[in-house]
């Protein structure tokens, strides 16, 4: 069985982020970029299923500019089999992303599809639900725990849900997407780093895909959220209960 | 079917408290909440991490192996961190000897892409391909990318990179602003006057090293130099004879009690071993196994103070190899801002000397207007300082607001902020260079001209000198035949050396005519310990007829002067400048080591320092988070103290704890306990990688030690 794991390119988590001047977007020019920790955690959990001999093979997924094959190479160190590029230029809103995935789909048949819940630069959460849509497929999200039985050809999935944790069954094939508490991602050695370069990365264009990338989504601002105010000192309850009520007009 | 298999309610699961690795962070807000930017809640959750440190103790120790030997098993130095704990048990710590680790192969290993470390690894590509051979060259950098860890500020000559790309106009090398202005101030707290200016920065650049290194780091690449960030050289591999063979990189994945995560990595040996063997040609032939034999070379370019570097210094007894004094050193802290348009001048250059700093304290700041409205300012303070209630980092947020200054940056916001100490010891202080195995280069081992105020030439062009060397002098004496002639090579080499003939002059082609391949194998056992011979005296002797010595020579005496107080040291660096014009018959020398020079806190009285207004000054967690600075959380504390009781028997009562002052990253804290007393905790993950406690714990105590690859800061235009 083969499992396609989808891997984004995103500014790295721990960089401040500044926005444009032009108020287009953030500012991305000399800025670090890394894998999208989702995706980290969902390529750790094809591996270890892989390794555990229940998947013949892992194919790493991504889209993006030129420079996303970097993200496709730390996926290759960690040890995915091969890659997969769709080189798109400018922005890939979900639904795009998710119309690549089926095409990718159909020529690939793979068994399960595992991607990230979110990515952290755009927070959508949608990419993952929509595959599943298109495909028809079940899915599990916000997985904190993935147990694949191979002869019944099912999948248990524990979902983190605000109620507490949710258990679903899900016949194969199916989307899973990871939460933070499926696993620790493992890290890319120094001699695989080497092994990935030798890997197969094949590269795919939107329209050798039959797939219209344009959107109907468009961002017309991107700003700072309000800086916090200076909180004030009250010297009486009185005093709050008027601040309250005359000036936030709270009660 | 698919079918819910059960439904589970639960209470919202349980958070880890202190935590703030991207994962343990997310844990404690709600499910689905995605992740909040604005400054204010990271400065919260850094915030969180300076507390939750002291409710885990890190108990953690290091199998830190100097000398460790070729099947891993070695005498482990174990360490004792500070949370105060006097745990004194000396823990195992995920160093198992049958741990074996991996080993990578190459003929060159360097640690460090710096401009040092990549200025030799392009080198020895370029030297590689112009005589048709090829050697492999592996670069590690414990930052996550190449230029992550490179701060400074830049007033860049480009004389050694002339000389290493000289298209690099032409390749887009990020160097565009020329020097445009080149102002002096001396400060008071209210005005500022102007001073003829001692430098000479007409074909210079004002650049961001950061940039450049970046630039220097894919050029590397495109040259086939293997380089990897995130991977931190922790350990010096050594062979039974002593020589280093190599390094080897850090285990990933250890909890914070030592104990091994579910990630756990084994670090990689990196050896130096040459194991290419190019063409059929019997030249070639010879140029290879010349090459195999001086080919474990390991290359530490590793920066100001560099953790390995200063370990090979003190192994190898480098500095009294040629009675060299001591380092001395100064912390640099600066900031880019980004400014009004109307504000910006490209090109512009100011320095300062005087306030904020007393007359007593050497230092002065710097102002350089790069390009896209982005203005560099720093304050450099030297580290030999005496009081230990000054805090440099508060030194610099005062700077910001005197009225020549403040007018620059009103209306401007800071885009990146970092620290980094650098030497200022010169010549007096360089060590020897060369030990068995390899070399020390760039600031590791301390070519930066102090008046000149600058060390990316010169420690780009040690790296160039040293592979230039190594590879012309192995071909010439192994090509040269038969045995009983190899002592006639030496003799014949030395007679050029002493005719000051420079390698580059002994080129190749010469030798090739040598070719006389039948004493080659001989020739290689006598030559064994032979080369190693040779490389060291000729290196040194290569670096001294450079232009980097020259610079430094007439550099020497300026730094040393201030020692004596501001006035003299005016007094003599105007007389070194304009009457000997470095040519002074003198050499002056420098005066305690940093560490030495902090007075008692009782014959001081402590420091009111302004409080941050946040629009031009800031505190530290806020400038912290500007410098995109991080470790994974649950790692050992790379700070490690020698003696856990120091600080609370030492530090606190006599010095009033310096290191929670000196330290830009607020990462030594006396917080109080239970008991109400006093005890030092250690955010490690908020470390700069500056080196400053290394140097200036006055009983040196602290020991700097490279935590897991791909933490620390993430300088992109510093």
Redesign the interface.
């Known amino acids: 069985m083969k499992i396609m794991v989808a891997v984004k390119r995103v500014i790295?988590?721990?960089?401040?982020?500044?926005v444009k001047a032009d108020k287009s977007g953030v500012e991305t020019q000399?800025?670090?970029m890394?894998m999208n920790?989702f995706c980290e955690i969902a390529l750790e959990e094809a591996l270890r299923i892989k390794e555990a001999g229940l998947a013949s093979e892992v194919v790493a997924v991504t889209m993006g500019p030129k420079q996303s094959i970097d993200t496709l190479r730390t996926g290759l160190a960690m040890g995915a089999d091969r890659g997969i590029h769709v080189e798109a230029t400018g922005d890939l809103f979900p639904l795009a992303v998710a119309k690549l995935f089926k095409a990718l789909v159909e020529i690939e048949k793979p068994g399960l599809i595992i991607l990230g819940k979110?990515a952290?630069d755009n927070?959508c959460?949608q990419t993952g639900q929509m595959v599943a849509g298109l495909l028809g497929w079940?899915q599990g999200t916000?997985a904190s725990k993935v147990v694949l039985d191979k002869e019944k050809q099912e999948v248990?999935v524990d979902r983190?849900?605000?109620?507490?944790?949710?258990?679903?069954?899900?016949?194969l094939p199916a989307v899973i997407t990871t939460?933070?508490?499926l696993?620790?991602?493992?890290?890319a050695?120094?001699?695989n780093?080497?092994k990935a370069k030798s890997k197969p990365v094949k590269k795919y264009t939107p329209e050798e895909l039959n797939v219209a990338t344009n959107s109907d989504l468009e961002v017309v601002e991107v700003t700072?959220?309000p800086?916090?105010k200076a909180g004030v000192l009250v010297s009486s309850v009185d005093e709050l209960i008027d601040k309250l009520k005359n000036e936030a007009h709270v009660i | 079917m698919n079918r819910l298999v059960s439904f589970r309610s639960k209470s919202r699961i349980g958070t880890t408290p202190c935590s703030s690795s991207f994962y343990a962070r997310l844990l404690g807000s709600s499910i689905d909440a995605s992740r909040t930017r604005s400054t204010a809640n990271a400065s919260d959750s850094l915030a969180t991490v300076s507390r939750c440190s002291s409710l885990v103790p890190a108990r953690t120790l290091t199998g830190s192996s100097l000398f460790g030997s070729r099947n891993g098993s070695s005498a482990r130095l174990s360490n004792l961190t500070g949370h105060g704990g006097s745990q004194g048990v000396a823990r195992r710590f995920c160093s198992d000897a049958a741990a074996e680790r991996e080993s990578m192969e190459y003929d060159v290993v360097i640690v460090g892409a710096g401009p040092a470390g990549l200025s030799a690894a392009i080198r020895l590509k370029q030297l590689c391909g112009e005589k048709g051979v090829d050697l492999s060259v592996c670069v590690v950098e414990k930052g996550a990318e190449v230029g992550a860890h490179i701060i400074s500020g830049n007033v860049f000559e480009p004389r050694a990179l002339d000389e290493l790309l000289p298209e690099w106009e032409k390749e887009e090398a990020p160097i565009s602003v020329s020097v445009s202005s080149d102002k002096f101030w001396f400060l008071t707290k209210d005005r500022a006057f102007s001073l003829p200016s001692p430098f000479d920065n007409k074909n210079n650049y004002v650049i961001s090293l950061s940039q450049l290194v970046r630039w220097m780091g894919s050029k590397a690449e495109e040259y086939g130099v293997e380089i990897y960030p995130g991977f931190a050289a922790s350990e010096i591999l050594c062979d039974d004879n002593g020589s280093v063979i190599g390094i080897g990189t850090n285990d990933m994945g250890v909890a914070k009690n030592g104990s091994k995560k579910e990630n756990f990595q084994r670090g990689v040996a990196l050896k130096g071993v040459s194991l290419a063997f190019s063409g059929n040609k019997m030249i070639q032939c010879c140029f290879m196994r010349a090459i195999k034999l001086a080919g474990r070379v390991t290359l530490f370019a590793e920066g100001c103070r560099g953790s390995l570097s200063e370990k090979i210094i003190k192994k190898y007894h480098l500095r009294e190899k040629r009675n060299a004094q001591h380092q001395t050193y100064a912390l640099g802290i600066k900031e880019v801002w980004e400014i009004d348009e109307s504000k910006h001048q490209p090109g512009a250059v100011i320095h300062t000397l005087g306030w904020p700093l007393d007359q007593k304290t050497y230092g002065g700041s710097f102002l350089y207007h790069m390009s896209e409205r982005q203005v560099a300012i720093g304050l450099v303070v030297a580290l030999n300082y005496k009081n230990p209630y000054l805090s440099p980092y508060e030194e610099f947020q005062k700077l910001k607001h005197h009225p020549a200054i403040k007018p620059i940056l009103e209306d401007g916001t800071v885009i990146q902020y970092g620290a980094r100490t650098l030497n200022e010891g010169g010549i007096q202080s360089v060590p020897y260079p060369v030990f068995p195995g390899g070399a020390i280069i760039g600031c590791s081992a301390g070519f930066l001209n102090v008046p000149k105020i600058k060390g990316t030439h010169t420690a780009m062009k040690s790296g160039m000198r040293y592979l230039l060397h190594v590879l012309a002098i192995t071909v010439f004496v192994l090509l040269s035949g038969i045995p009983a002639s190899s002592s006639f090579c030496i003799n014949e080499y030395k007679k050029k050396e002493s005719q000051n003939v420079r390698s580059k002059e002994l080129s190749i082609k010469s030798f090739l005519c040598f070719c006389n391949c039948p004493g080659m194998l001989a020739a290689e056992a006598a030559f064994g310990t032979l080369l190693e011979g040779s490389n060291l005296d000729s290196y040194w002797t290569t670096l001294q007829n450079s232009w980097v010595w020259e610079e430094l020579h007439k550099a020497r005496n300026y730094r040393p002067a201030f020692d004596h107080g501001f006035i003299p040291g005016m007094a003599i660096s105007a007389v070194e400048h304009y009457l000997f014009r470095g040519k002074s018959p003198f050499t002056l020398k420098h005066g305690k080591p940093d560490h030495e020079a902090t007075n008692v806190a009782r014959s001081h009285s402590p420091i009111e320092y302004p409080k941050p207004d946040g629009v031009l000054s800031f505190d530290v967690p806020t400038s912290l988070h500007r410098s995109n600075t991080n470790h994974d959380h649950d790692q050992p504390a790379h700070l490690k103290l020698r003696d856990p009781e120091m600080p609370t028997q030492v530090n606190l009562p006599e010095y009033d704890g310096p290191e929670s002052r000196y330290c830009p990253a607020r990462v030594y804290e006396y917080v109080p306990e239970e008991s109400g007393q006093l005890k030092l905790q250690i955010n490690a993950q908020n470390c700069l990688h500056c080196k400053a406690c290394d140097i200036k714990d006055p009983k040196q105590n602290i020991e700097w030690t490279v935590p897991e690859g791909g933490g620390g800061p993430g300088y992109s235009v510093m």
Do not use: H, W
């Not at chain 1, 696993?183 to 890290?187: A, C, E, H, I, S």
């Open positions: 790295d988590y721990a960089v401040k982020i500044r000399n800025v670090k890394s920790p979110q952290i927070d959460n079940p916000f248990m983190e849900v605000d109620g507490g944790l949710e258990t679903l069954c899900l016949n939460d933070l508490r696993n620790q991602p493992r890290y050695t120094l001699p780093i080497m700072e959220p800086k916090r």
